[in-house]
T-cell receptor
């Protein structure tokens, strides 16, 4: 089962809202990632977790807060976002860091 | 800055032809190379990976790696309209535990 599941698929939020994106995988992968993708651009790495510990933070603004409650789950907490944060947010996982990652279907986020 | 470069396309090929997608990278220490396919509005899908110089075949797909020349390519034989998508090259640069993506090449296979 090479599946990474993300919820919700679509999210519209106001600039004062707090929301969370969720990601789950049951492949026993030990590395999990959050990417942001704008239209016609490649995925842009935000955070990397390895063995449930934050390994890489690509200087992401603090209005994005990741959390890894256990080896199967990854959350991205959102607060006080800006309209320019509207994008497709992708979760991915890989067996170990730096290996080929499998992506979830993404959450399309619109900030109004 | 570690870079991965791809021609943005579109690369247009007729159905049944071989599509050749190329990618160059700047870091000689790069270790692992990946090709992703992304349909419009969907998430990237891992289709090939290659670690060693030479060719690696999987069905209609062949990945080619030349570390001396710092390029990796993807060949798609017997191209089908369903292959029309953006193909992203990703490289694990030496000493980095993350993948660096190229901007992608849009492939259009016409009947």
């Amino acid at each position: 089962d090479t599946e990474v599941t993300q919820t919700p698929k679509h999210l519209v939020m106001g600039m004062t809202n707090k929301k969370s994106l969720k990601c789950e995988q049951h492949m026993g992968h030990r590395a999990m990632y959050w990417y942001k993708q704008k239209a016609k651009k490649p995925p842009e790495l935000m955070f990397v977790y390895s063995y449930e510990k934050l390994s890489i933070n690509e200087s992401v603004p603090s209005r994005f807060s990741p959390e890894c409650p256990n080896s199967s789950l990854l959350n991205l907490h959102l607060h006080a976002l800006q309209p320019e944060d509207s994008a497709l947010y992708l979760c991915a996982s890989s067996q170990e860091l730096g290996q080929g990652a499998f992506f979830g279907q993404g959450t399309r986020l619109t900030v109004v | 800055q570690k870079e991965v470069e791809q021609n943005s396309g579109p690369l247009s090929v007729p159905e049944g032809a071989i599509a050749s997608l190329n990618c160059t990278y700047s870091d000689r220490g790069s270790q692992s190379f990946f090709w992703y396919r992304q349909y419009s509005g969907k998430s990237p899908e891992l289709i090939m990976f290659i670690y060693s110089n030479g060719d690696k075949e999987d069905g209609r797909f062949t990945a080619q790696l030349n570390k001396a020349s710092q390029y990796v390519s993807l060949l798609i034989r017997d191209s089908q309209p369903s292959d029309s998508a953006t193909y992203l090259c990703a490289v694990r640069a030496g000493g980095y535990n993350k993948l660096i993506f190229g901007a992608g090449t849009r492939l259009a296979v016409h009947p």
